[in-house]
């Protein structure tokens, strides 16, 4: 599994292709607040969205029944789309300086709607994902340090983030 892929493409490539069909299902889009894969920052690296010949839609189909031919539950298909919708929304999380040195907050309205999103996709708090992304706790003989991350660092800490999570789900898969 090539990890930086699910948060860095080029030109011409593409993302994984679970990606682009769960954006071209109706009814998932509108579960999990998606739209077209040009609006998803670990899509819209490269402007191929759709391969010549290919429906995304036709595909995320045939994909749900392989699924349920090998034995994967509806509820675990579920999560699995639910965790990949998470991975979308996480990428569309941006983040501006922080008030204190070398610190970062989330930026503005648009970052929060997709911070919350991943929160409610994870079912986890999000105070704690959001301080997971921009501070790093550190542990000593004394007890835990927390130490905040510049926008930089929390950029990274989201797409570290992104990439284990998507590598536990196929590891589970």
């Known amino acids: 599994l090539e990890r930086s892929r699910v948060v860095h493409i080029t030109d011409p490539e593409r993302n994984y292709h679970c990606f682009y069909q769960l954006c071209a299902s109706k009814e998932d889009c509108e579960k999990y607040k998606l739209e077209h894969p040009r609006l998803f920052h670990y899509l819209n690296q490269s402007k191929t969205y759709q391969l010549q010949g290919v429906s995304n839609k036709e595909e995320y189909v045939k994909t749900r029944r392989a699924m349920t031919i090998v034995g994967i539950s509806q509820d675990e298909q579920e999560a699995i789309f639910r965790t990949l919708a998470a991975i979308l929304h996480l990428g569309n999380v941006e983040f501006s300086p922080g008030k204190e040195y070398d610190s970062s907050q989330i930026k503005d309205q648009k970052s929060s709607f997709h911070l919350q999103m991943?929160?409610?996709?994870?079912?986890?708090?999000?105070?704690?994902?959001?301080?997971?992304?921009?501070?790093?706790?550190?542990?000593?003989?004394?007890?835990?340090?927390?130490?905040?991350?510049?926008?930089?660092?929390?950029?990274?800490?989201?797409?570290?983030?992104?990439?284990?999570?998507?590598?536990?789900?196929f590891d589970w898969l």
Do not use: F, H, P, W
């Open 118 to 169: 991943a929160a409610d996709l994870l079912m986890c708090d999000v105070n704690l994902l959001l301080s997971s992304l921009c501070t790093r706790s550190i542990q000593t003989r004394e007890g835990t340090i927390i130490k905040a991350l510049d926008c930089n660092a929390a950029v990274a800490s989201r797409d570290a983030l992104a990439k284990t999570v998507y590598s536990r789900l």
